[in-house]
């Protein structure tokens, strides 16, 4: 069709061929023959308007003249299918389609199926047996430029689904109130109409253990028992059900403890003991030993077994088994692996003192010698003494290992010889503690001086703590650089029973040197060394004990491939004379201060070695350089005051250079170094 004119006015008139359009405001109007191949066409769009007899009168709006003006934007575009995919079959389907051209009205589909046995009406299908296939649709319109468009959906019929329907629990017994230690089958069913279900036990509380639809309980208490059923065809796949169970309580003969030598000597006679640890009663046991052992049960002693029988070598089981009538988990066994060894040569006992008294010591420095030996020497022999009772024991680390640190001179932390160089070094490789335990009740409750002479040479503070077993840990001294011999002194009162030293270091690079000279309680040098040395010769031993303790003094040799221990067991009482020394003076020291200055938006603070204001602990006596050299000091001299506030400066023991100035504090106290010409710029500084 010829185009219309876009915007008419009333009355206008437009001639396409013999045809005279009128415009009425609203559309456009023309009489046609209903046989006329125009009049179809248009009436094919629904543009009929009026039947005026034998012709037609064709109304034309705004929205058609578009469409007629722009033939090259009628178009369907791309097509989709909807409905459902998986039909059951018997079912009957309504599908449409939805298409995203410009065409939107008056769009004709024409639907098929290749699904077998399906039966297509209009836009609706019937699926009367299982299969697969597509429903397909032809898209038409009159004005398309692109029509037929078609599209298509994969189609899958299904059977009718099954269920599972309501899972219901059942046992052997007929009831879920089992007793401990049944054995009980559990079964299920379902009332739905699938067939291809499987269920699964599980079992929750009162020691439940499953093995396939059973349970045996071994505990007691409220339970559970749970089914879990599947289907790969119900549609309420999976299911469950849980049922609660109810476990009487009934006497055991529980757990078996066991006990005896593992290592009996051939020719000789051992007994065996056994205990069990449940509520049985009308308990009775019998013991049996592998016939390997060739070890004879004792007719009158329970767990007796005679070994003269047995090859040196023989290894097997001794085993005691429990039965009760009342007990679920009768019958119980258990048993204990023995190896037989070979019979020892006759004694060697030691000889030598088994009762010391530490207090008639003659020698403060080193306690009497108490000496100890056999009857005759013999080759690869070996002397130790074991301690019950360790006190004053180096513990390296909290967990009482030497893991983390290394110890190179741990012995003979006494005496008054102050000449003497160090007498305990210790390296730090992964832990900032030295603990070393009190002797139980040497010192009374009451307050106490604790000194410690100690040195650290890698520049780290070094502090102590007094922590009690059971107590809060008090700190007892603040930490301080020892660079060179310090002593590090507290007084407070406590109870100093089962209290623990805690020497602290104060770093996290776990490469200190710790070097302790010497501790003092009220002015006595106190022994931190192990309590027993012992030299180790021959046939001898000499011992030193430096507290009381219960001893073993243990040989131990080889004779004719048989290893053989022989022990003496040593009290010691008493602790030797503890002596009272003048306190060690560290001699006096210079340590230089590097200072700067930095801005840190809140004004200008000084630096000390690299640390923002520190606050300074100092020793009377030693003197101290702040040296000033960096240009960042410009209009920025130090000086010391007696504190923050600048209230009053101190010039005893105080000089001022043109770089530097040098402070050595004569008595304790607090102090403040400060900005002569500004407000807090500095920090504290502690003289000890």
Not at 308 to 331: E, H, K, M, N, R
Not at 523 to 537: C, D, E, K, M
């Amino acid at each position: 069709m010829a185009n219309f004119p876009q915007n008419p006015s009333a009355d206008d008139t437009h001639q396409i061929g013999d045809k005279i359009w009128t415009w009425d405001g609203e559309k456009w109007f023309a009489d046609y023959d209903a046989l006329s191949p125009v009049f179809q066409a248009i009436t094919a769009q629904g543009m009929v308007d009026t039947d005026a007899g034998s012709d037609f009168k064709l109304a034309l709006d705004a929205d058609i003249l578009s469409v007629l003006n722009n033939p090259a934007a009628n178009t369907i575009g791309n097509v989709t299918v909807t409905g459902d995919q998986s039909p059951v079959v018997g079912n009957t389907k309504t599908y449409s389609f939805n298409n995203d051209g410009t065409l939107q009205n008056n769009l004709v589909g024409t639907y098929t199926c290749t699904v077998p046995g399906s039966v297509v009406v209009l836009n609706t299908v019937e699926f009367t047996q299982i299969g697969t296939g597509k429903v397909l649709v032809e898209v038409n319109h009159p004005d398309a430029t692109d029509a037929p468009v078609t599209a298509e959906m994969d189609i899958n019929v299904v059977a009718v689904p099954t269920t599972i329907g309501l899972v219901t629990i059942d046992s052997d017994s007929g009831n879920f109130s089992p007793d401990q230690g049944d054995v009980v089958t559990y079964s299920y069913t379902v009332d739905g109409d699938a067939v291809d279900y499987v269920g699964v036990l599980s079992a929750l509380g009162a020691g439940a253990s499953v093995s396939g639809d059973t349970v045996t309980w071994t505990g007691s208490g409220q339970a559970e028992v749970r089914y879990d059923v599947t289907s790969a065809t119900a549609a309420d796949s999976p299911r469950h059900n849980t049922e609660i169970v109810n476990v009487a309580i009934k006497p055991n003969i529980g757990d078996i403890t066991l006990s005896g030598n593992t290592s009996p000597v051939v020719g000789t006679t051992e007994n065996y003991t056994a205990f069990y640890n449940g509520t049985a009663t009308g308990v009775s046991s019998q013991w049996t030993a592998d016939p390997a052992l060739g070890a004879t049960p004792d007719p009158i002693i329970p767990g007796g077994f005679d070994f003269s029988g047995s090859t040196v070598g023989a290894t097997g089981d001794i085993t005691v088994t429990y039965t009760s009538g009342s007990a679920w988990d009768s019958p119980k066994s258990e048993s204990i692996t023995v190896t037989v060894a070979a019979a020892p040569p006759p004694g060697i006992p030691i000889t030598g003192d088994t009762s010391v008294d530490l207090t008639t010591a003659t020698d403060v420095d080193n306690p009497d010698q108490y000496a100890y030996a056999i009857s005759w020497s013999t080759t690869n022999q070996s002397w130790s003494v074991e301690s019950d009772v360790f006190e004053w024991i180096p513990v390296f680390n909290h967990s009482g290992t030497t893991a983390d640190c290394e110890i190179t001179n741990s012995f003979a932390m006494f005496d008054g010889d102050e000449t003497r160089p160090t007498t305990f070094d210790w390296k730090n490789t992964g832990t900032d503690v030295v603990r070393i335990r009190f002797n139980k009740d040497v010192f009374p409750s009451g307050t106490h001086n604790l000194e410690i002479l100690v040195q650290e040479t890698t520049g780290d503070k070094i502090g102590f703590n007094l922590t009690h077993d059971q107590d809060n840990v008090f700190t007892q001294c603040p930490a301080q650089v020892c660079l060179v011999p310090t002593w590090l002194t507290s007084t407070r009162a406590v109870n100093w029973k089962d209290h623990f030293l805690d020497i602290i270091i104060n770093n996290e690079t776990y490469n200190s040197f710790l070097r302790i000279f010497a501790i003092k309680v009220d002015n006595q040098i106190i022994r931190l060394n192990r309590p027993v040395q012992a030299g180790n010769s021959d046939a001898q031993i000499a011992c030193f004990y430096f507290g009381p303790a219960n001893y073993k003094v243990k040989c131990t040799f080889k004779n004719n491939g048989y290893d053989y221990d022989e022990e003496l067991d040593v009290t010691a009482t008493g602790y030797p004379p503890l002596i009272t020394v003048t306190p060690r003076t560290a001699p006096a020291s210079s340590t230089t201060y590097t200072v700067t200055v930095t801005n840190t938006g809140y004004g200008n603070k000084y630096v000390i070695d690299g640390v923002q204001q520190d606050s300074l602990t100092l020793t009377a006596g030693n003197t101290y350089i702040f040296d000033q050299s960096d240009s960042s000091n410009s209009g920025h001299p130090l000086k010391i005051y007696t504190d923050s506030s600048k209230s009053t400066e101190v010039t005893a023991g105080v000089t001022i250079g043109s770089n530097s100035t040098t402070f050595v504090p004569g008595s304790t106290g607090t102090y403040s170094y400060q900005c002569a010409a500004h407000a807090n710029m500095g920090g504290d500084i502690t003289v000890q």
